[in-house]
């Protein structure tokens, strides 16, 4: 009985703090930047065929297009001189990821004890019409577990009650999320009668060292909205994470138009996470890049720079051939290291 109290008022008050920073947002001064929408998510891949295979049959992804990039204006882009890669394009319902491999400069793997805390760690949350027919589903490919199975939200986190997750990786190790959301929960697009199992993509999640410091960029200087929280922790969050001791705070931002959003994950618990390495580069496997679309590219990296921000690229490239769906791109790291793209289509 204690401990169903002690939930229900750390929920009042999440959901007190949640209003506080809505009445907050009123009064705090225009972001330095204001994207309007998240055009995809992307990661580096060691073997595309591998990674196209995967997408396709074991998560109903279709491909799109696939290009091989090399030149200057990609070397900017990217941080790396000597590029030559490879990039598919794949779509699940309205959105869309990029998988990359680089042919020359090759990277490095992820780390093999990579944990759901340390601040390398992204993933991005896949939709699906009924999780126990997705899960045997994926079993098909025997993929590599980081839930044992599985987990259903408990009651007592409203914000989160009766949510299905369970946490796997592909092929090269990056860590992939399928989400059931019953009625109520998430955006109603995820609610259309449909017999698709894999429906598209909710959100990718960072792990994060605080929460302040990441509002104050993606928030404060992006112009991102906070469209809700929670703080999880018990058994169910540490059998998802495969954390023993997980206690996690979860910020989600949106932007303006309707697409997929991104979630910060503070870890109060356990202890021991690691930092993201300074000379991660894009073309480790474990670099992820969220792409997010601006009006005036130019005007919004002078905007950063004279904030302070840290950029990957040299400059703005400049691609009038719109290969990957854009015209212009920069490439830069939030305080923790991961990696944002800003474009101008």
Known sequence: ????????????LLALCFLWGVAASAQRPAPAVQVKEVHSFGFTVSNLE??????????????VSEVELSGSEYEHLQGLFGIRMRVARMQLGDERIELVEYLTPVGRPIPADSRSNDLWFQHMAIVVRDMEKAYRHLRRFRVRHVSPEPQILPEWNVPAAGIKAFKFRDPDGHNLELLYLPPGKGASRWHRPTDRLFLGIDHSAISISSTEKSLEFHRDLLGMKVVGGSLNYGSTQERLDNLFGARVRVTALAPPIPTPGLETLEYLTPPGARPMPRDVKSNDIVHWQVTLVVDDLNAAAEALRTRGVRFVSSRVAAFPEGRLGFKKAVMLKDPDGHAIRLVEK
Do not use: D, N
């Open 1 to 12: 009985m204690i401990g169903r109290l002690r939930s229900a008022s750390l929920g009042l």
């Open 50 to 63: 591998r990674s196209v295979e995967f997408f396709r049959e074991a998560l109903t992804f279709q491909k």
